[in-house]
């Protein structure tokens, strides 16, 4: 498959170039492409931790077993007493313990609406968890009016248990497609959340709406007097459907991952990582691809043909020496753990990247940074766009060559 990825820089676009990913000549592109998605599918193998796999550099590491045969799970997040929270898309937080993935759900959310990509999505917890045992989860659902909405809500954690359910931001736009729902704490310990354009890509532009924007909320869902914009929730706008938001260890600048257009709404492709600023314009509709327009912002990278950025994370651990402050990606549609690098001494350009894992585990979905120095991910092969093996879907974790 011929892949398209554009490097952009703050102060200029360095020329188009194909990535080593290959270029199958007299193959046209889409026949290439199914190809590619059918052999992937078909020699998927039983996990072996002991098969070594390297970056570019020849950095080695290798894959290990967590957790399988979960339905879908689309976030992870880690207690301080050592214990894993999975969200899986039909509405189950699932919990991963002493190294076993507990029988019975933690929660089954009655009012999630699992459909298309909606469904259960984010979990994360709020940072003084220890004492107050505070998590958010977002979720599709309907309104009282039938209407397709996402909403966050806050709940305690105590003894495996979920209570005192608090709606924290409801009524986001939503629908089959473009969710968005990434939610997480920033370094200035406010909340934030991606939203996707619902389907309806004008609401991206449209301040009024939640719909297409990356929000700023405190944490019990109240506006901070800081926003950029005063009196709204927006950080910023002009999103598709960004599902990564994270946060450089260093200059504490946010990057985010999005998914361009899918063909129905503009030329397939246009995969986005993006830096990302308080009050700016990202753009979409009105630009995409390698489009450039006055006041919006293009992104540092990226990518044609889709391949699908659903998560987004900066590995700030050593145990896996190479990896520290890069930035990792789960690429659904691309079937690979996607790494970048960025230059010193900013951060805010790419100085290289590269598609781990291509094709081995089939679609991933999140990935997040463990508290024992390894960086975990999820496999995401039972959500009807591929074939799943016998024990997908997968919580799985990289873990050094020695």
Request: some cysteine.
């Amino acid at each position: 498959m011929h892949i398209v990825i554009c490097p952009r820089g703050r102060r200029g676009r360095p020329p188009c170039l194909p990535s080593p990913q290959g270029n199958h000549k007299g193959l046209p592109l889409l026949l290439a492409a199914l190809l590619f998605l059918f052999i992937s599918a078909c020699v998927r193998a039983e996990v072996n931790s002991a098969t070594v796999y390297r970056t570019a550099s020849g950095f080695g590491f290798r894959v290990e077993v967590v957790a399988q045969k979960l339905e879908i799970p689309w976030a992870l997040a880690f207690t301080p007493d050592g214990r894993i929270f999975v969200t899986e898309r039909p509405g189950r937080l699932r919990v991963i313990a002493n190294g076993q993935l507990k029988p019975e759900p933690v929660a089954t959310i009655p009012d999630v609406l699992s459909v298309g990509e909606g469904g259960l999505m984010a979990v994360v917890l709020e940072p003084g968890f220890t004492t107050n045992h505070l998590l958010y989860l977002s979720y599709t659902a309907r309104s009282p009016t039938g209407a397709i909405i996402n909403r966050v809500v806050r709940y305690r954690e105590e003894h495996g248990a979920l209570s005192e359910q608090t709606v924290v931001l409801d009524n986001i736009p939503g629908a089959q497609f473009h969710d968005g729902c990434r939610v997480a704490f920033g370094p200035d310990g406010k909340l934030y959340v991606t939203t996707g354009d619902a389907t309806k890509r004008d609401l991206a532009q449209q301040m009024g709406s939640l719909a297409g924007k990356i929000l700023r909320l405190n944490p019990d869902g109240t506006i901070p007097a800081d926003n950029p914009f005063p009196g709204s929730p927006v950080y910023t706008f002009g999103h598709r459907n960004a599902q990564g938001l994270d946060w450089h260890p260093v200059t504490k600048t946010a990057f985010s991952t999005e998914h361009g257009p899918s063909g129905f709404d503009g030329p397939d492709g246009g995969d986005e990582f993006n830096l990302i600023q308080a009050g700016k314009n990202y753009g979409w509709p009105v630009i995409h691809h390698e489009q450039t327009h006055a006041g919006m912002e293009a992104p540092l990278l990226s990518f044609t043909p889709a391949i699908a950025p659903a998560s987004g994370v900066f590995y700030q651990g050593t145990r896996l020496s190479q990896f520290t402050n890069n930035f990792f990606f789960g690429a659904v549609r691309g079937q690979h753990l996607h790494r970048v690098v960025l230059a010193p001494p900013d951060f805010t350009t790419v100085q290289s990247h590269e598609a781990l894992l291509q094709g081995v585990f089939g679609r991933i979905r999140e990935v997040v940074a463990g508290p024992d120095g390894a960086l975990y991910f999820t496999t995401s092969n039972r959500d009807g766009r591929a074939q799943p093996g016998p024990n997908d879907d997968q919580v799985l974790r990289i873990v050094p060559e020695k």
